[in-house]
């Protein structure tokens, strides 16, 4: 026995494989929409962490920035007292610069050389006086100059030919002159005077 199938069955397939299709496509965009929702997801959660992240970093550094204005003021304050400390113990060191000052003078003026007037601006000594001779001035100058460590740059400024009268009948040519130095301070004194020890020493 034959049996035939009168029924549409190429539409009812055709319409199968249509709503199999459609099925399908909403299957895949419900899948598409779930994945991309997922990864939106996954990226506003890293975002946010990487954001909060960076607000802690933010926050630490506005911390370090105020530290390190708080060293750097520190800091000027440290070099102030320094500066403050340096100046207090030049003071305490340069207050026997005058003792310094004539023993000096003394041992390196040669005979014949006399003092008349002596001033002190700040580290500037002005000297006047009288020698016997142009070339008892040049030696001053020497000693001034190479013997001591408590005098520097010797300048002359003036030099005259004058006449000193010793009685009334007998007068003298002498030549008076004017010169500028400077004081040293004692802290620079003492450095030189140790760097030509440890020169005489080796």
Do not use: C
């Amino acid at each position: 026995m034959i049996l035939i199938n009168l029924l549409p069955h190429r539409e009812a397939a055709r319409k199968r494989r249509r709503e199999s299709f459609q099925a399908t496509m909403v299957a895949s965009a419900i899948a598409g929409l779930l994945i991309a929702g997922l990864i939106y997801w996954v990226l506003q959660t890293l975002i946010a962490d990487q954001q909060a992240r960076n607000g802690v970093l933010k926050a630490e550094i506005q911390v370090l920035e105020g530290q390190i204005k708080e060293i750097a003021n520190i800091e000027e304050e440290i070099a102030a007292l320094r500066a403050r400390q340096k100046a207090v113990e030049d003071l305490q060191a340069d207050r026997n610069l005058p003792v310094h000052l004539l023993t000096e003078l003394v041992k390196q003026l040669p005979d014949g050389v006399y003092v008349t007037n002596l001033k002190q601006t700040n580290q500037s000594i002005e000297l006047k006086g009288v020698a016997q001779s142009n070339e008892r001035i040049s030696e001053m100058l020497r000693n001034l100059s190479n013997n001591t460590p408590w005098l520097s740059k010797p300048e002359l400024v003036e030099i005259v030919a004058s006449n000193v009268a010793l009685s009334s009948r007998d007068s003298r040519r002498v030549a008076s002159f004017n010169l500028r130095f400077q004081l040293v301070r004692s802290s620079e004194a003492r450095k030189a005077m140790e760097t030509a020890a440890s020169s005489a020493k080796g």
